[in-house]
T-cell receptor, first 116, second 115 residues
Framework: AQKITQTQPGMFVQEKEAVTLDCTYD???????LFWYKQPSSGEMIFLIY??????QNATEGRYSLNFQKARKSANLVISASQLGDSAMYFC?????????????FGKGTKLSVKP | DVKVTQSSRYLVKRTGEKVFLECVQD?????MFWYRQDPGLGLRLIYF???????EKGDIPEGYSVSREKKERFSLILESASTNQTSMYLC??????????????FGSGTRLTVV
């Protein structure tokens, strides 16, 4: 079974609108971290936002926020006021406290295209 | 800022060649990782290392080996390159631990084509 599921291979959004990228995860570890990365066409992976499993509030970083619903095992990324430069691949990832030396496990990604 | 440097951005090699992909990080991170990225498959872990001279297999180690003789350098070796190893290779490093400060820092990637 996949540990990280991103069900949207591709999405379009109009410039200046908000967009939500879905991510669900599967773990039995009570202690874990959730990450979102952006990968523009240049190829480098850029860290966006982090949410710890024990964090009481949803993480926010500028225009990025993470809608963390622990009971649903959901960690959706919300981008407000989309910009053309937001067009990229977005990856959700999880790091568990135990097993696999705490390695990051990635989803397959969502390609976001922002339309002018 | 942590910097992870991969020696080549683009590489073209012939089938059967021995290929070295080099990765260097400058922030004293314990962990280093090699991933390959293919369309529709996301990032898949090849090998990782949590200390000098230590290495662990990831999800797809077949056809690859690694070397970590110094803390800052982690090399990926394709012993005999094959066309199915044409891919984007990403190196990353991190501190040990779980929290937000221990996410990965990635290099810019190496696009390897095996002909």
């Amino acid at each position: 079974a996949q540990k990280i599921t991103q069900t949207q291979p591709g999405m379009f959004v109009q410039e200046k609108e908000a967009v939500t990228l879905d991510c669900t995860y599967d773990t039995s570890d009570p202690s874990y971290g959730l990450f979102w990365y952006k990968q523009p066409s240049s190829g480098e992976m850029i860290f966006l936002i982090y949410q710890g499993s024990y964090d009481q509030q949803n993480a926010t970083e500028g225009r990025y926020s993470l809608n963390f619903q622990k009971a649903r095992k959901s960690a959706n990324l919300v981008i407000s006021a989309s910009q053309l430069g937001d067009s990229a691949m977005y990856f959700c990832a999880m790091r568990e406290a135990r097993g696999s030396q705490g390695n990051l496990i990635f989803g397959k990604g969502t390609k976001l295209s922002v339309k002018p | 800022d942590v910097k992870v440097t991969q020696s080549s951005r683009y590489l073209v090699k012939r089938t059967g060649e021995k290929v070295f992909l080099e990765c260097v990080q400058d922030m004293d991170h314990e962990n280093m990782f090699w991933y390959r990225q293919d369309p529709g498959l996301g990032l898949r872990l090849i090998y990782f290392s949590y200390d000098v001279k230590m290495k662990e297999k990831g999800d797809i180690p077949e056809g690859y080996s690694v070397s970590r003789e110094k803390k800052e350098r982690f090399s990926l070796i394709l012993e005999s390159a094959s066309t199915n190893q044409t891919s984007m290779y990403l190196c990353a490093s991190s501190l040990q631990g779980l929290g937000g400060g221990y996410g990965y820092t990635f290099g810019s990637g190496t696009r390897l084509t095996v002909v």
